[in-house]
């Protein structure tokens, strides 16, 4: 069984910066494609980037491109990071880390297998 646990979410400033994990248990993640998603109160589940198996590849969603990187431990490849920067409100949401067992999972939330909890992400103006 594969297990996903999301941290690092919390509370900042417009303009701050915040770094989620994402912990994978069961199997090593570097045996999967990994995500990240967000979603706001009465929104749809959003795309936020994602990360290929041997983290060789690595895609944004406009409104985060420049601003959040996804990228994989290399020392614990059980762990996924989002670093968040120039964080800004209509970032404020829940956030959902994923995983699937394809190479390079695409940007819909059908393609992955697994999902954490998520962890609260709040911008303040």
């Known amino acids: 069984q594969v297990q996903l646990v999301e941290t690092g979410g919390g509370l900042v400033q417009a303009g701050g910066s915040l770094r989620l994990s994402c912990v994978v248990s069961?199997?090593?993640?570097?045996?999967?494609?990994m995500g990240w998603f967000r979603q706001a109160p009465g929104k749809e589940r959003e795309f936020v980037a994602r990360i290929s198996r041997s983290s060789g590849s690595t895609d944004y969603a406009d409104s985060v491109r420049g601003r959040f990187t996804i990228s994989r431990d290399n020392a614990n490849q059980n762990t996924v990071y989002l670093q968040m920067n120039s964080l800004k409100p209509e970032d404020t949401a829940v956030y959902l880390c994923a995983a699937d067992r394809s190479y390079f999972a695409l940007r819909s939330s059908t393609e992955y297998l697994y999902w954490g909890q998520g962890t609260q992400v709040t911008v303040s103006s």
């Open positions: 069961g199997r090593t993640s570097s045996s999967y494609a």
